[in-house]
């Protein structure tokens, strides 16, 4: 017998629990799906989130977990396998349920550059946002892997919090960059370091240089580097959804508000693209939320009224 709820939130992260925190509270039947793969997990700590400012993301996570249930909202550690026209859920569990309204807030996955070494120290000392992590390791030497011609603008960005900034061109070419990105990597003293990074140093479990495959090494004590985001869409697809190419990849085309192009259908944080931080993605999902509620509200009223 398939089980039927007004509103299924596919992903548990800030989005997610925050649209079924507002779902709750509106006394809407919800069910929350999480496959426990949040982004930040890497992460010790969150920063710019106001009141909970430097909180591990798993304990945010856990509160907010405690907070939905205070609602009535189920939660359920899964992932969705399908789905089908009329919003029919196919967990990898094998349990079939029904919607009348979905939230897709299934994040991103950050593709790193192939170095060695990055993936190993993401989150600790290979960062990607400075707004994230920048006053924490200010002042400290910074290094930028570049991944695109686009990294210039990392580049510069975090030179607000260090002076002391090299710019590893690794696979772009200097040539790339044009004589803008030039004249502001000068003015803002950061150094150009052409050639292509073979891996990073650590000493005593510390982040301590760059290397070149020319054999030279630059003392380095953080790295930053853009990941290639990659929007978990899949199942945006899967409905039909329109998607639009960003820098960041493909990501939803939605209204204000957070609804896609499928009726029915919402999509919240880094679903609909890189640049949602957790403050952000939060927002999101209780703007989402807000209104489902008033939209099945209305179609109850519609139907009750035989409009």
């Known amino acids: 017998m398939t089980e039927t709820y007004e509103v299924i939130v596919i992903g548990g992260g800030a989005a997610g629990l925050s649209a079924a925190l507002v779902l709750g509270r509106s006394r809407r039947r919800t069910l929350v799906v999480d496959a426990g793969e949040p982004r930040n997990a890497p992460a010790a700590h969150m920063q710019g989130f106001l009141t909970r400012d430097g909180m591990p993301p798993a304990e945010f996570l856990a509160i907010g977990r405690e907070e939905i249930k205070a609602y009535g909202v189920e939660l359920v550690r899964d992932s969705v396998v399908d789905l089908a026209p009329g919003f029919a859920v196919t967990l990898a569990s094998g349990r079939v349920l029904r919607a009348r309204r979905l939230v897709v807030a299934t994040g991103l996955k950050d593709e790193l550059p192939d170095v060695p070494g990055v993936a190993e120290r993401f989150g600790r000392d290979v960062l990607h946002c400075p707004y994230c992590h920048g006053w924490e390791v200010r002042d400290q030497a910074f290094g930028v892997l570049a991944t695109s011609p686009l990294s210039v603008h990392q580049a510069l960005m975090v030179s607000q919090w260090s002076k002391d ?6 696979r772009v070419a200097e040539s790339d960059l044009s004589a803008d990105d030039l004249r502001r990597l000068a003015a803002a003293g950061v150094e150009v370091v ?86 952000n993605a939060a927002a999101g999902g209780y703007r989402a939320g807000a209104t489902i509620n008033g939209d099945l509200l209305m179609a109850d009223l519609d139907a009750a009224a035989g409009v």
Do not use: Y
């Open 165 to 170: 900034v090299t710019f590893f061109l690794h």
């Open 194 to 279: 052409p050639g292509e990074v073979a891996g990073l140093l650590v000493t005593d479990d510390r982040l301590s240089a760059v290397r070149l495959k020319d054999g030279t090494t630059h003392a380095r004590q953080v790295v930053f580097t853009a990941p290639r985001a990659v929007p978990r869409n899949g199942l945006l697809e899967r409905l039909g959804a329109e998607l639009t190419e960003t820098p960041f990849g493909a990501c939803p085309v939605v209204d204000a508000t957070g609804q896609t192009s499928v009726p029915g259908v919402w999509a919240a944080g880094n679903a609909m693209g890189f640049g949602e931080q957790v403050i």
